[in-house]
């Protein structure tokens, strides 16, 4: 018989403490899900199987509703498009994760959860900020399961070598501090950068920075009518004032600026994580998650992660994530079962489990507020204790980073990445002014909206 392994071992022992299903403690927070059968339930995602299954079997061998979940792995680059054409098929998933930037393209494909299940209150006081994408008049589109917030890698090496001994709190201080992090050859050639920003074509997570400056500076990225339809908020009409988005896309873009002082990036550089990676770069904004396959890159670079730096007296402190939430297609064979399986997998201890194996912080707003107090003196044998067990500050920044993030409504994020991109690289190539580059792109997100 094959051992089961540590995580597994503390998993069971806290279902087994639980002694009910997930189900029926998620029920008392949202006030749904309290069937009994769950049957054969699907759930198609791209995260890493042996993670999602190394919490998937634990529980399933505590709580017998849960053997005929089964979990598919689809590639990430053609998810949204193996996801239509089994749905159209009538053989997709009965349960697929949904990444909230893709909730409003996907709405119409999903079963969404009444307001008598869960109303537009419980879904707020439940679920953190940057889950909001996911409430629709009708109801609720999914049920958030983790978030993936962006936070600021450093390399510590790099940082001593210019006698720093701490990263930067506020991106006011990032211009002083690029000449004495960035080293560039005689010819101009950047060997060493201090920051990887200012460009979109070799930043992966540009349209992610971006939308955090433009909401750290009081702006939006969209926003709701009064009537809930969706409209550009980059450059308000109606005497709205744009200067937030056009600071922020000042200021990303001038790290791309050879003129300026803290110019340290170019697009002939590697792309931007990579870069960091092969410890050419002082700082890279990037997701939770991806502190995993950093590590795995170069398991001896000497780098952590920080909060993602804040404006000076900018007043609350903002940042931006990544939400995956639990859809049922309307083509779900077990609808009932997949909304169960949902409902036990969000469970708190559940949720901050499926956090932890994928690098993140739970989607819950009460695990990411309370997360740090109840990791201290917990019992042997729980989940806390294995929590616990890691790099306690790590979890805690994330904790702490997703429980301020917040996020915006996105119509079409292959089309509105079009649009940051020419956002973007008309302002670093001058071939528009950045007033007319952010003009261009507002006009445009609202001709996606078909306004």
Do not use: C
């Not at 990037?286 to 396959?293: N, Q």
């Amino acid at each position: 018989m094959k051992r089961s392994s540590p995580f597994q071992i503390v998993l069971l022992a806290v279902f087994g403490a639980l002694g009910v299903a997930g189900v029926l403690i998620f029920a008392l927070v949202v006030g749904g899900g309290n069937t009994t059968n769950v049957g054969q339930v699907t759930v198609w995602g791209t995260f890493d199987e042996s993670r999602i299954q190394a919490v998937l079997r634990a529980a399933a061998e505590t709580d017998d509703r849960l053997t005929g979940v089964t979990y598919v792995r689809k590639d990430a680059t053609t998810y949204e498009s193996d996801l239509v054409n089994a749905l159209a098929s009538g053989t997709g998933p009965d349960l697929f994760f949904l990444r909230d930037d893709w909730a409003l393209y996907d709405s119409a494909k999903t079963i969404h959860i009444s307001p008598a299940q869960m109303s537009e209150t419980q879904f707020r006081n439940t679920f953190i900020d940057a889950a909001l994408p996911f409430l629709a008049s009708d109801g609720a589109m999914a049920v958030p399961l983790v978030a993936d917030p962006l936070v600021m890698y450093w390399n510590k090496d790099i940082f001593a070598s210019a006698n720093l001994a701490t990263p930067p709190l506020y991106w006011n201080d990032f211009a002083t501090l690029g000449p004495k992090l960035t080293v560039q050859k005689d010819s101009g050639v950047i060997t060493r950068s201090a920051f990887a920003l200012g460009e979109y074509q070799n930043i992966a997570n540009a349209k992610g920075i971006l939308a955090t400056l433009i909401m750290q500076a009081g702006g939006v990225v969209s926003t709701r009518d009064a009537a809930g339809k969706v409209q550009s908020g980059l450059a308000p009409q109606q005497g709205g004032s744009s200067q937030p988005s056009l600071a922020a896309l000042r200021f990303y873009t001038d790290f791309a600026d050879p003129s300026k002082d803290h110019y340290s990036w170019n697009r002939a550089l590697p792309e931007a994580r990579t870069a960091f990676a092969q410890g050419i770069v002082a700082v890279y904004i990037g997701y939770a998650s991806e502190g995993i396959l950093i590590k795995q890159a170069n398991p001896n670079l000497n780098f952590t992660m920080a909060p993602v730096p804040q404006l000076r007296d900018a007043g609350t402190p903002k940042n931006y994530a990544h939400v995956y939430a639990l859809a049922i297609p309307r083509t779900a064979k077990n609808p009932q079962g997949g909304l169960t399986v949902a409902y036990i997998f969000a469970a708190p201890v559940v949720s901050q489990g499926f956090a932890s194996v994928l690098g993140m912080a739970s989607a819950l707003r009460g695990v990411v507020a309370s997360a740090s107090d109840s990791l201290g003196g917990a019992p042997a044998g729980s989940l806390q204790a294995v929590l616990a067990s890691a790099p306690k500050s790590a979890q805690d920044l994330i904790n702490s980073q997703a429980a301020i993030a917040l996020s915006w409504y996105d119509p079409d994020p292959l089309a509105t990445a079009d649009i940051f991109r020419a956002m973007i690289e008309d302002t670093v190539t001058g071939a528009q002014k950045a007033q007319d580059a952010l003009g261009r792109a507002d006009k445009s997100f609202n001709q996606l909206l078909g306004i």
